[in-house]
């Protein structure tokens, strides 16, 4: 099955500092990736959906100046909290949507734990 | 009323027995179903993909689509502690962006 790698897959920061998120299609070229937020037993929440070459589409209530999202390439979107605050501790997940065979499955990545003290 | 619905559990379930997971849905534009398998601080792992109505089995987990009553399920048969986990449905159409379920928690008890 296609493979989604995320780093780091843990990382604590202070507050205030920015906090970058890589997400990258390992076999596979993406041109739509998605980026998750997820409370501990709660279900997903999408935060942005990321277009290859294109500016991200932020869902209602994310602060796109607070998640920087970057696309450049098929395989690779990037995520940056920035000035991270504790209410931003969470697990961010990144999922890419295959693109050609079947375009409607999107392939998660395994997560990071973010941590701002 | 949510697009999707789906009983957030907990599911508790003795060793070997089948399991039926089920979500709902209002949108009949949707075609195409997911069923996902996450793990506690784990990212969710696709487990089966179904475009339309019908049946679809891969091992020991069946998956159903009924399009008439807009209602998904996904039987596991022989249950295994290892298939405690949360099981999120998920659904969309093209150009629908895809809608997850709340996902339900199964828990199976050796």
């Known amino acids: 099955g296609a493979v989604v790698s995320q780093h780091p897959s843990r990382v604590i920061c202070k507050s205030g500092t920015s906090v970058k998120i890589e997400c990258r299609s390992l076999?596979?070229?993406?041109?739509?990736m998605f980026w998750y937020r997820q409370f501990p037993k709660q279900s997903l929440m999408l935060m942005a959906t990321?277009?290859?070459?294109?500016?991200?589409?932020?869902e209602q209530g994310v602060e796109k100046d607070k998640f920087l999202i970057n696309h450049a390439s098929l395989t690779l979107s990037t995520l940056t909290v920035t000035s991270a605050h504790p209410e931003d501790s969470s697990f961010y997940i990144c999922s890419a949507r295959q693109t050609g065979i079947d375009q409607e499955t999107q392939y998660f990545g395994p997560g990071t734990r973010l941590l701002v003290l | 009323q949510k697009e999707v619905e789906q009983d957030p559990g907990p599911l508790s379930v003795p060793e070997g027995a089948i399991v039926s997971l089920n979500c709902t849905y209002s949108?009949?534009?949707?075609?195409?179903f997911m069923w996902y398998r996450q793990y506690s601080r784990k990212g969710p792992e696709l487990l089966m993909y179904t475009y339309s109505s019908g049946n679809k089995e891969d091992g020991r987990f069946t998956a159903q689509v009924d399009k008439s009553s807009k209602y998904i399920s996904l039987f596991i048969r022989d249950s295994q502690p290892s298939d405690s986990a949360t099981y999120l449905c998920?659904?969309?159409?093209?150009?629908?962006?895809?809608?997850f379920g709340a996902g339900t928690r199964l828990f199976v008890k050796a």
């Open positions: 998920a659904m969309g159409a093209g150009g629908f962006k895809t809608i």
């Open positions: 949108n009949s534009a949707f075609q195409y």
């Open positions: 076999d596979f070229q993406a041109t739509t």
């Open positions: 990321s277009n290859e070459g294109s500016k991200a589409t932020y």
